[in-house]
């Protein structure tokens, strides 16, 4: 029996711009599988807690360098003699060092994968909360006033973008590592996680300020906009009860992108030292940790490096699909699809995709 | 005919054959060539006055002498101290004041000009103007500090003669370590005419066996044979190798691991790099006695505590961190190149006698830390960001949390470690790790700068335990002044202990390093003097 063509789906006009976007992501296949890649590995992170407590039986800094473990009546050395650490055991010492030990401190490497996703998503989405949350005010103050407003932030941001971003959140991290951060009564410590947060998420606002400004400028010579002006409403009002609704894709897009961004950089700080303070511990600092032992033990570099991997893929991959999900351009195809389904179910009686 | 021609073209190459198999025989070993090696980070200066680190030294230990050197030999041998470009060892007058030397007659530079004994001087007031890190230690001479800050004039106390060779030198005060500073290179003697600025890109003129030939920074460095080594220095001067390669060709290969790889292909002869952690047990394996050897450094490593401080103020508290700390978990951390010690001196150095006053113990280490319940227990723990110093940071932190401590670890780039942990305003300078290499085999060189009461200073300090006693002070001072010999080496070790029963440090070993070459070399002829380290003269093939 052919399906029926759904009335919405014939008439998209008859939905709200949100449930259209829902509809054309619900049939984006492969974002909805990254998505569902995504999904398991923030649950793999969360459940952090219940496979140290309950399985490994350990903490995430918990050293056991001296430490013995008895596999199927054998006596295994966490860490031998000579610095080597074990390797993956699985079930065999009942998840004990599922995946071996982290190096020659002898910490449980599944553990640490755990609990270090923990911190490098959570550094992904806090500074991409933050950089969006700021690079949206001020891209909205600039193009909404323009004038020097738009001069001084436009300006100031073109002093952050000359420094190479890498470069800065380093130099950031190396001096905020040692002595902190100070803000009036906030201090933050050297080890603080919010320092590399605070860092990623100030040294990307302008490639965030840039693209809304644009947009603003935009919207701001829209009739909708104009018409609101012109019945008293304030500025405050025009900018986040007119424009801001009306960027609302945009931004959860640039949202997305931006906790790859993110993360990508976390890794890199932490690998390099200026991140995630030790014993804290992320991908990155595995990385970084497991580097030493790359010939001897590949799998320590190889394990938080693929779990960053597919994780910045997923996100991405899925934010991509949000993007043509919630991309005004995407209608068009959305329709021109519509119809070639709707035809392809004349021809053949089948179920259109 | 045939036959006959036959019968002789045999017998010729028989001789020949024979000849040349007994020419093989007789030399023993081979001579010339090209000896190839790797550092893993170019030397600091190609300049002996400069140069204060391990990769400069051992560049240029066989290249520019001192008055005095140190004996090219493994281990402890290696600490002892012998005449260099001067004929005997100094002739210690005046209260332990008055150093008298005399140069070798007819010794050139490598450019074929005399050295004279008025470049002895000059090289030390060199020292002066360049602002050598080295130069501390010759500010005991007469006039050297009043010529350290103007630059200008002479250093008064060195007195030289040009027709004789001899070369009086007048210290300020008794000075016990001097001799030994007289052997460091530092003291090197360069031509008088030698420009006061960084010479790395232009080496001096050498004195010893090996001149420095080119120089591409941050790349590779040359060498080839003194011209006048052979003719004039190296008859004299016998306590140095005359070398075995004509030339030597250092490249700068970063990666350790791929130095390794290099060696195994037989492309480069000798790294002058510890062999990396995680290749070390393979490598023991396989080429230990033939191609790998593990040499040993003098060099304490340690986890300090701030007595002046609470909670480390506090006597007990410092000696259950002691007893916590388990050297054989340190011992894994470091992949086996550690060898755990419990002291201030390490094995090697003069007056060394093994002894531990605290045999890990965490029942003791908690009992004691019960007893002396302290109430800061907000500690940082500061080390550097090198592995596996930052595991051993980890480690230690790990160690007070269990102890009872709500300890933070601050871990430092390795470039600035010094630096941070040394300033007084640095906040929060609670404990942390540090190790200490010897500048020369002395005990003073421990005991001075790293737990002498007047060594604590705002910034650049080394003693970060801020250890103040004055007991013990007063016998650092006396003993520095008195020259070393077995009486004052069996004092170095009470003094070793009573430093211990207070419990100023929580030492917990003393790391080694290796020599891996090819197989063309001849590992066991290869010296590594614990100073120094490798004398590039020393390797030949086999």
Redesign the interface.
């Known amino acids: 029996m052919a399906s029926q063509p759904n009335a919405e789906e014939a008439a998209p006009g008859a939905a709200g711009p949100w449930r259209l976007a829902w509809r054309r992501l619900r049939r984006n296949r492969i974002a909805l599988a990254f998505l569902g890649l995504f999904v398991l590995i923030v649950a793999f992170c969360l459940a952090a807690p219940l496979w140290a407590n309950q399985v490994a039986d350990t903490g995430p800094n918990d050293t056991h360098t001296l430490e013995k473990l008895g596999v199927g009546g054998e006596t295994r050395e966490v860490v031998s003699p000579s610095g080597k650490p074990i390797g993956p055991q699985w079930f065999e010492a009942d998840g004990k060092f599922f995946l071996g030990a982290d190096g020659r401190l002898g910490r449980d490497e599944m553990v640490r994968l755990m609990y270090g996703g923990r911190t490098s998503l959570l550094i992904g989405f806090s500074a991409a909360a933050i950089m969006t949350l700021l690079g949206t005010i001020l891209g909205l103050l600039a193009g909404y006033y323009r004038g020097w407003t738009d001069t001084l932030i436009a300006r100031t941001m073109d002093v952050i973008w000359a420094f190479p971003v890498t470069l800065l959140a380093i130099a950031l991290g190396l001096a905020l590592a040692i002595g902190g951060l100070r803000i009036g009564p906030i201090h933050l410590s050297g080890e603080s996680i919010w320092i590399p947060i605070l860092i990623i998420g100030f040294v990307f606002v302008p490639y965030m300020v840039r693209p809304i400004r644009g947009e603003v400028l935009s919207l701001r010579e829209k009739e909708f906009v104009e018409a609101a002006i012109a019945q008293g409403a304030s500025p405050l009002r025009v900018m986040f009860a007119e424009i801001l609704p009306n960027m609302l894709s945009t931004i959860i897009v640039f949202f997305t992108l931006n906790v790859a961004n993110a993360m990508l950089l976390e890794s890199l700080l932490s690998f390099l030292g200026v991140g995630v303070q030790p014993p804290n511990t992320s991908w990155g600092t595995m990385i970084g940790s497991g580097f030493d032992l790359l010939t001897s033990a590949p799998l320590l570099t190889l394990l938080p490096g693929t779990m960053i991997f597919l994780t910045v893929l997923a996100v991405n991959v899925f934010g991509d699909g949000l993007r043509d999900a919630l991309d005004p351009r995407a209608k068009v195809r959305v329709q021109v699809e519509a119809r070639a389904g709707m035809a392809a179910d004349e021809v053949s009686g089948g179920v259109a995709p | 005919m045939r036959k006959h021609g036959l019968v002789l073209l045999v017998l010729v190459l028989a001789v020949a054959s024979a000849v040349g198999l007994s020419a093989c025989g007789s030399s023993g070993s081979k001579e010339g060539g090209t000896l190839t090696g790797s550092y893993a980070s170019f030397p600091d200066f190609l300049d002996p006055q400069l140069s204060y680190t391990q990769e400069g030294w051992t560049a240029m230990f066989d290249t520019y002498l001192p008055l005095l050197t140190y004996k090219r030999a493994n281990g402890v041998e290696g600490s002892t101290v012998e005449p260099g470009l001067a004929e005997a060892l100094p002739k210690i007058s005046n209260g332990g004041k008055t150093y008298e030397l005399t140069l070798h007659k007819g010794l050139k530079f490598s450019d074929g000009t005399p050295i004279k004994a008025s470049d002895f001087k000059s090289s030390i007031e060199r020292l002066f103007k360049v602002s050598s890190p080295g130069s501390p230690f010759y500010e005991t001479i007469v006039g050297a500090a009043e010529f350290a800050e103007t630059k200008k004039g002479e250093i008064t106390g060195i007195k030289t003669n040009d027709k004789t060779g001899k070369i009086t030198i007048d210290l300020t005060g008794p000075r016990g370590t001097f001799t030994n500073e007289l052997a460091l290179l530092f003291a090197a003697v360069v031509p008088a005419d030698t420009p006061d600025k960084n010479m790395t890109n232009e080496p001096p003129p050498a004195t010893g066996p090996y001149m420095i030939d080119s120089v591409e920074p941050g790349r590779r460095f040359t060498y080839k044979r003194n011209p006048y080594w052979a003719s004039n220095n190296g008859p004299k001067i016998d306590v140095v190798g005359d070398g075995h390669f004509d030339k030597i060709d250092i490249k700068l290969v970063r990666n350790d ?1 791929t130095q390794v790889n290099e060696i195994e292909r037989d492309k480069t002869m000798w790294m002058q790099t510890l062999v ?7 490598i ?1 394996n396989k080429y230990e006695g033939t191609q790998f050897r593990v040499d040993h450094p003098i060099d304490i490593y340690y986890f300090w505590m701030n007595t002046q401080k609470a909670p480390f103020d506090d006597l007990k508290v410092r000696q259950a961190v002691n007893y916590a700390i ?1 050297t ?2 340190l ?6 190149s550690m060898v755990a010690a419990h002291q201030i001196l390490p094995e090697g150095m003069p007056g060394y006698d093994a002894f531990n006053l605290y045999p890990h113990n965490m029942a003791k280490a908690r009992q004691l830390f019960k007893e002396a319940n302290p109430s800061d227990r907000d500690i940082t723990v500061w080390t550097d ?1 090198e ?2 110093n ?2 051993a ?3 230690y ?2 160690v007070l949390s269990e102890l009872g401590f709500n300890a ?6 390795a470039d600035n470690f010094v630096q ?1 942990i040394g300033n007084e305003t ?2 929060d300078l609670d404990t942390g790790w540090f190790d200490w290499y010897e500048d020369y085999p002395h005990p003073n060189d421990y005991f001075q700068p790293l737990l002498a009461g007047e060594s604590i200073a705002p910034t650049l300090n080394f003693n970060h335990a801020r250890a103040d006693f004055p007991p013990l002070n007063a016998k650092i001072k006396k003993l520095a002044e008195e020259p070393l010999n077995p009486e004052r080496e069996a004092e170095y070790a009470k003094l070793d202990r009573e430093f211990m029963e207070e419990a100023v440090w929580a030492p917990y070993g003393t790391n080694t390093t290796s020599t891996f070459v090819d197989s063309e070399i001849n590992l066991d002829n290869v010296i590594f003097n614990p100073t120094f380290g490798h004398s590039l003269a020393s390797f030949e093939l086999k």
């Open positions: 691991s990396p952690s995680d290749l070390r047990e393979k023991v388990d054989e978990a011992e894994r951390i470091y992949a086996g960001a592995n596996p930052d595991e940071g980890q480690y932190q790990g933070k670890l601050k871990t430092v780039n941070v640095t906040p």
